[in-house]
């Protein structure tokens, strides 16, 4: 099956660090896009960070110097470095895959959480 799965998540302390992957199987992965979400409780999913096929990384300006996106197409992997983390960052955080009219894929999910 084509599939993402998800793993990194934890508990960890404000100011600490965690680093999520996201490893793609049955698929070309390097013809994809790659993006990674967060949903906290009674919020709306939000884009926090996003690579291109070239590698060109965007984030959102709550996450901007602290998070670093990116891939590793030879593995079929993208990873999101989280560090200095704060309580707000906590979420359940979805991997995306996107071939713009083609495919779009999403992880399971996995949970995060800062404690203060």
């Known amino acids: 099956q084509v599939q993402l799965v998800e793993s990194g998540g934890g508990l960890v302390q404000a100011g600490g660090s965690l680093r999520l992957s996201c490893a793609a199987s ?38 901007l110097g602290r998070f670093t996106i990116s891939r590793d197409n030879a593995k079929n992997t993208a990873f999101l470095q989280m560090n200095s983390l704060k309580p707000e960052d906590t979420a359940v955080y979805y991997c995306n895959l996107l071939v713009r009219g083609r495919l779009d894929l999403w992880g399971q999910g996995t949970q995060v959480t800062v404690s203060s």
């Open 26 to 63: 049955g698929i070309i992965f390097r013809l994809a896009s790659m993006g990674w979400y967060r949903q906290a409780p009674g919020k709306q999913r939000e884009l926090v960070a996003s690579i291109t096929i070239s590698g060109n990384p965007n984030y959102a300006d709550s996450v």
